[in-house]
Every structure is written in structure tokens, then in C-alpha cells.
């Protein structure tokens, strides 16, 4: 027996590659092992920038007594939730259904057949808290598994049966109107946080795609509460601990109400989606944070998440060396008064001090602070401010880093190529345009067959095993979309084309309703099939924002009937639970809204030309398609029988199969728009 890690592409594997239990990677040998032994699936699943994971992985699974009796008894099983959502997805739900809670890592013990019988997150090496210790767990499972089969196989066999019971009936029953969309609205503003921003209390959540949500519905109803709520959420969250005010970028969330404390591990998804919605911010109002925060955390991603293929890493880890050997949380992070003296001197330390809130008693652990923003400096302060934040990063450079989880998502890719593609040709930066179309040449060269399928990760600019789900082809043809806009290149429309067709032909339900994964994916013990955006867009949401874009851009009745079948679930969830359909009530928005379909034609060195396409991209109106170039250019179906206007560039307006007289003024563009 041997662990079998060593070969796989997931970083959060490799991690396990060593330690003594015999792991299996997902698979159907693993299964058969363990029908041959009979004996039961001991199933683990984390990810790689998971801080309890790795705590139970040092104290449990490189434990040599714990190990042995994992080998002797079990058929140990490690997934990566990040490989594998459908995995995760499926035992998750069973989980929180026979907990009332979840989380990760997850500890499910499955029979041969991968039917669950028992539960848990984290167990400690020893009892405590009311918790048994995890070897009392392991000896536990193996006594019942010996001595009381029956009952181990009818906890399973009704798990499997109740599972398979709760299929969805959302979808179908028509899209959310004005009604549901204020409903929506009223359900946000009880669960707004007025004082600090954010919805709820402690743990909080940067909420990227309801804030996209409050930025579409003001630009639709010119509601002034909805944009209140999302531009001082967005300021609350970029002056706070969660943004990285040295190097930019956001962590996975604050473990207080005000933002302060991170929990530290900084992913791609959020980043991405969150410089999104700070450009989005910044059309919407002009302020001038929110262009910082915007530009600031899509130089995070390419300084620090860029892979040498050109894609996008997924994560950075919460903890790192904190300079004496020891594993800490926050460590890169986090500063000290003396830590500031030692790098500025006095003088500036004691102005950095008061400019990022570090106090003598510390605002995190061991009297450290993180770095927050309380209020902006004044002018007269601002050089000498952007000198200490230089000083202070190239010192931080020197800590030891945070762990990278170098494979690269396809889904999660996607979002990154959407917001660097738009932050790009909002500020004019097209080295940003530039470095989204090297990670879609990525997906393009590595994770899509010639029939256009998908590979949920590569590493190494090697393609994994793991087929892609739903989000990469949604998310995929989302930045696709976006690239498309941005560059004028009609081949990115084609691509999501592809993406899309095979969405509608693979992954489509009853009623308008969507799966996670493929009609002839692997067989779980459930299909899985979540609409509910968490901590990035559910595939489902996904799916209907990008049918709904594409067939704007081509008036394809299939891809628009799709997207209207896949909100109905909005409209049964969205006047009850908004926070958990961000996205689904973003992409409503723009189907209330048309989309608008604008087609900008005339020569590409013309600048009345570039002024109307800049103008369009501009725009506010919720989900609105750009197509520009030449006119009757074969690049986009929206530029066809697009003439000039008396010799001269010019814009077309279409929404709902009617279009507006063409404008050659770009004013005239902007109030249309």
C-alpha cells in the first residue's frame, strides 16, 4: 500500500503527497478497494488555503498511530473541493442536512457503494469542546461497521433516498419583474448593516454580487438607496482590515462586523469580482476610491496570482512563517509598532501609525495590528504617506510568503478575464486588456477540446482530469464576453458561443432549470444542481447572465428562452433570500432592461470612433452588449447592416427588437445610455 498523491495536479493533494495515510484520490479504484476489503471510504475534502485543514492534517493526518488506524480500517479518500464542486457539492448538502451546519475540512465516511452514514467537519487529535477525538471517531465507525452493518446501511441508504428527494422545482414559472426586483431591494435594506456597511453581522462577507445587483438596479430606477448601500459598503470594506492596503486586493472575509480582522487567505474569485464591481462603482459615481481600489486590486492579480503560462492562480494562503519557524495566521500581514519604528524611524512610524490605525495594544493577535484606512490623507501629507507605503511593502517583500495554490480554475479564470478586460479599457490600461487575453489564450489552448469541452483546472499549463462543471462554461463564456467587447474581437463572441451550445445542450433540466454537471458526467449519488450565489456565482445564475448577453448580441431565440427559464428561480428566491441570488438579481436587472444592444461602427483610427466606443463602454444601463469595427464587419452579427451616417462613424441603440434613429454624437450616446 502506498499514498497515491505524488502524480495528481492539485496543490491541496500534493500537500498530502507524504504524510502516512494511504490516501486515493477520487476514483472508482478507491471504491473497488474498499468493496474487496470491506471496509468503509473514509472521505476528506479541503483545499489548499483552508487553515483547519491543515491544522487536522499536521495533527491527525501526519500522526503515525492515527495513520495506521486509518490503513487498517479505511479506504482514505482526499479531494480537492476546488477540483471537484460536484463531489464537495453533494456530501456538503448531506452534511448540513444531518448536522444543521457545515464546512471545511469535511470528514464523511461513505460504504463501498459512496453512500454516507456519518458526519463531521474537524475533529481534534484529542477531546474537546464537547468533541470526540478523532481516533474515537475512527474506532467508533469501524465498531459499527463490524458489529452493526444493517443499521450503518439503512442511515445510508435513507440519506441517499432523502437527497435524491430534494430536486428543485425552481424555474419555468416566469422571469422576476419590477416586483420581485424591489422586493429584493426592501429584503437587503432590513439586512443592511448602516453603520459599516455589508449585510449581517460577524462573520462578514465582501457581497460582490449583490453590490453589482445595487449598482444595476439604481442605473435602471435611479433608486438613490440602493446606490447608497453599495458605494459606502464599498468604501466601509476598502478602508477596513479585509483590503490590503500595501499591496491592494481583498481576503475571503472579516471575522468582525466592521471589517477589521481578515481571515486572511486572499482567492482569486472574490478579487476578481471585486475589482469588477469597484470599476462598475467608479462609472456609476467617479469616485476616485473606487477607481483606486478598482486599479489597485487587478495589479494584485497580475502581481501576484499570474501563473508563467499567463493564467490566474487560485489562491494565496491565510498563514506563512512568522519569522521564528512557526505557522502563523496573518503574519505577512500584520505590523507592530516597534515593526513599523524598525522599518520608517520615528517619525514617519508615528504618522503611519495614525494613517493605518496600528495601536499600541494591536487591533489582531500578540498586540499586532492590520492595516486599515480610517480616514484619507490630506494633501499635504500624501507624498510623504506614499513613500512609507512604498518603505512598508518592499519590507513586507522580505517576510517569508504566503503559500500559493498555483492550479489554475477555469471558472474562476473566466472572472478574472471579465473584470481585467473592462478595469482595462475603463482606465486605459491596456496592459490589462493584454494579460486577459493571454489567460482566455490559456483556457483556449489547454482546457478546451476541439468540441470545445472543458477542463475544470490545469497546473503547469497541463490540463487535470476533472471535466469542467457549469461555472466554467458560464463563467468562461462571461469573460469571453467581455474580452469581446473590450478588443473588437469578434472570434471571443464565438468562443462563448461554443461554451454556451454546449450548456444548452448538456446541462439543462426540466422547467428552465440547470445541473451543475454534465448529462454524462460521472454518477454521484446525487446530481448536483445549486442556484444560490455564495462565494462567487452559481453556475445556474452563471449560465442565464451569459445566455442572456450572447443572445443579445446574436438574437438567438434559443439562448434568450435558456436564460428565461434559468431566472425563474430568481423569482421564487430573490423577494426571500437576496443576499444568496446576488447574481441572479444582476442579470434580472438586465433582462428588465433589454439588454441594450449597441453596435458602435466606423473606422478603428477615427476618433469620433473611439469617443462613441468609449461612450458605450461607459454605459451604466444593467448588462448592455457592445459590438464595434467596421461597418457590415463579419466580426459581430450586431454590426450587420450598420451603415456609416453620412460618411462618419456612428451608434446604434436597440433594445426589446426596436432600435433608436443612429447617433454620431457621443452626448447625445451618453443620454441614451
Known amino acids: 500500500m502506498a499514498n497515491r498523491l505524488a ?32 471496509v468503509p471510504v473514509l472521505l476528506s475534502v479541503g483545499y489548499s488555503s483552508c487553515h483547519w485543514c491543515h491544522v487536522m492534517a499536521h495533527e491527525s493526518f501526519e500522526d503515525d498511530a492515527t495513520a495506521a488506524l486509518v490503513n487498517e480500517n479505511f479506504v482514505a479518500v482526499k479531494v480537492d473541493r476546488e477540483e471537484r464542486p460536484d463531489v464537495d457539492a453533494v456530501y456538503m448538502e448531506a452534511v448540513q442536512a444531518a448536522t444543521g451546519q457545515g464546512g471545511w475540512p469535511m470528514t464523511v465516511f461513505l460504504t463501498p457503494d459512496a453512500a ?41 441508504e435513507r440519506i441517499v433516498k432523502d437527497l435524491a428527494g430534494r430536486s428543485l422545482a425552481y424555474g419555468g414559472d416566469g422571469v422576476p419583474g419590477e416586483e420581485e426586483l424591489a422586493q429584493a431591494l426592501l429584503g437587503l435594506t432590513r439586512e443592511y448593516d448602516a453603520t459599516r456597511g455589508g449585510f449581517g453581522g460577524a ?28 458605494a459606502d459598503t464599498c468604501e466601509a470594506m ?28 486572499k482567492m482569486l474569485y472574490d478579487n476578481a469580482l471585486l475589482c469588477r464591481v469597484y470599476a462598475h462603482l467608479w462609472k456609476a459615481t467617479g469616485s476616485d476610491l473606487a477607481r483606486r481600489v478598482a486599479l489597485e486590486t487587478a495589479d494584485f492579480l497580475v502581481r501576484e496570482l499570474r501563473t508563467p503560462e499567463g493564467g490566474f492562480a487560485s489562491a494565496l494562503d491565510a498563514d506563512s512563517d512568522d519569522g521564528t519557524g512557526r505557522h ?31 495601536t499600541e495594544d494591536g487591533t489582531f493577535e500578540h498586540g499586532s495590528s492590520v492595516l486599515q484606512l480610517p480616514q484619507e490623507a490630506g494633501p499635504a501629507d500624501a507624498d510623504r504617506i506614499a513613500s512609507i507605503a512604498a518603505r512598508l511593502l518592499a519590507a513586507r517583500e522580505e517576510r517569508e510568503r504566503p503559500g500559493r495554490d498555483d492550479k489554475v480554475v477555469a471558472a474562476w479564470n473566466g472572472l478574472a478575464i471579465a473584470a481585467l478586460a473592462e478595469t482595462g479599457a475603463l482606465f486605459d490600461r491596456p496592459d490589462l486588456v493584454e494579460r486577459a487575453t493571454e489567460a482566455a489564450d490559456l483556457l483556449v489552448r489547454v482546457h478546451m477540446d476541439e468540441s470545445a469541452r472543458l477542463t475544470r483546472t490545469s497546473k503547469d499549463g497541463r490540463a487535470g482530469t476533472n471535466d469542467g462543471v457549469l461555472e466554467d462554461y458560464a463563467d468562461v463564456a462571461e469573460g469571453f464576453l467581455a474580452l469581446a467587447a473590450v478588443t473588437g474581437e469578434g472570434a471571443w463572441l464565438d468562443f462563448a458561443g461554443f461554451l454556451l451550445d454546449l450548456v444548452l445542450d448538456r446541462f439543462t433540466a426540466e422547467g428552465g432549470a440547470f445541473y451543475d454537471t454534465a448529462h454524462d458526467a460521472e454518477a454521484l449519488i446525487r446530481r448536483p444542481q445549486d442556484p444560490t450565489d455564495n462565494a462567487a456565482p452559481s453556475g445556474w445564475t452563471a449560465a442565464a ?31 426571500r433570500a437576496p443576499r444568496f441570488i446576488g447574481w441572479g438579481l444582476a442579470v434580472s436587472e438586465a433582462l428588465l432592461d433589454g439588454p441594450r444592444e449597441i453596435a458602435v461602427v466606423g473606422a478603428s483610427g477615427d476618433a469620433v470612433f473611439q469617443e ?62
Open 7 to 38: 502524480h495528481e495536479t492539485s496543490p491541496y493533494l500534493l500537500q498530502h503527497a507524504d504524510n502516512p495515510v494511504d490516501w486515493w484520490p477520487w476514483s472508482a479504484e478507491a471504491f473497488e478497494e474498499a468493496r474487496r476489503r470491506d
Open 116 to 156: 454516507p452514514f456519518y458526519f463531521g467537519t474537524y475533529f481534534p487529535p484529542e477531546p474537546r469542546h464537547g468533541m470526540p477525538s478523532f481516533p474515537e471517531v475512527l474506532e467508533g465507525v469501524k465498531g459499527a461497521w463490524a458489529d452493526r452493518r444493517d443499521e450503518v446501511g439503512e442511515v445510508a
Open 203 to 230: 462573520p462578514k462577507f465582501p457581497p460582490s454580487m449583490t453590490l453589482e445587483f445595487l449598482l444595476r438596479h439604481h442605473a435602471r430606477t435611479g433608486s438613490e438607496g440602493a446606490l447608497q448601500m453599495a
Open 238 to 265: 476598502a478602508r477596513g482590515g479585509i483590503y490590503d492596503q500595501l499591496g491592494g486586493g481583498f481576503a475571503r472575509y472579516a471575522v468582525d462586523r466592521a471589517w477589521v480582522v481578515p481571515h486572511f487567505e
Open 328 to 358: 502563523v495566521e496573518g503574519a505577512y500581514y500584520a505590523w507592530t509598532p516597534d515593526q513599523l519604528t524598525a522599518v520608517l524611524g520615528a517619525e514617519d512610524a508615528a504618522l503611519a501609525a495614525a494613517h493605518y490605525g496600528v
Open 545 to 575: 447572465g451569459a445566455l442572456l448577453s450572447y443572445a443579445a448580441h446574436t438574437g438567438s431565440d434559443a439562448h434568450r428562452a435558456a436564460a428565461e427559464g434559468g431566472l425563474g428561480v430568481v423569482k421564487a428566491l430573490g423577494p
Open 612 to 673: 462613441l466606443r468609449r461612450t458605450a463602454l461607459l454605459a451604466t444601463a444593467p448588462g448592455a452588449v457592445l459590438a464595434s469595427g467596421a461597418p457590415d464587419s463579419e466580426e459581430f452579427p450586431l454590426l450587420k447592416d450598420r451603415p456609416l451616417v453620412a460618411g462618419g462613424p456612428a451608434a446604434y441603440v436597440c433594445r426589446h427588437f426596436t432600435c433608436d434613429a443612429p447617433v454620431t454624437d457621443p452626448e447625445a450616446l451618453r443620454r441614451k445610455l
